[in-house]
């Protein structure tokens, strides 16, 4: 079964965080490699934010982000997204990925 990682963009909603959001992940019959939760709130909910996920990662590996722009769902998912493009995935897996997909090679 392949590990995932899952993302969860939140802003100024630290109490379903903790009881919905991340119970719902711990449930799932998927691996999950990490959860990433980015956070588009004012900087003044940084220290919950930061509790919760520190509670988290004594069960699974988590990462706290602070979005530095809070422009929104988006913003804070492409957030979300660019990291886990720097840690987990390299050039040489999207380019062979890319190029399986449009069919122009064919990996065994």
Do not use: P, W
């Amino acid at each position: 079964m392949n590990e995932i990682v899952v993302l969860i963009a939140t802003k100024n909603r630290s109490k379903l965080l903790e009881t919905r959001s991340l119970k719902s992940v711990l449930n799932q019959s998927s691996i999950i490699k990490e959860v990433i939760v980015i956070d588009d709130s004012d900087k003044n909910h940084i220290r919950e934010y930061e509790r919760i996920v520190n509670e988290l990662n004594e069960s699974i590996k988590s990462t706290y982000l602070v979005n530095q722009r809070t422009l929104g769902f988006c913003d804070a998912a492409n957030t979300g997204i660019n990291y886990v493009l720097k840690n987990y995935l390299t050039q040489e897996m999207f380019i062979l990925d890319y190029l399986k997909k449009m069919g122009l090679i064919y990996i065994r």
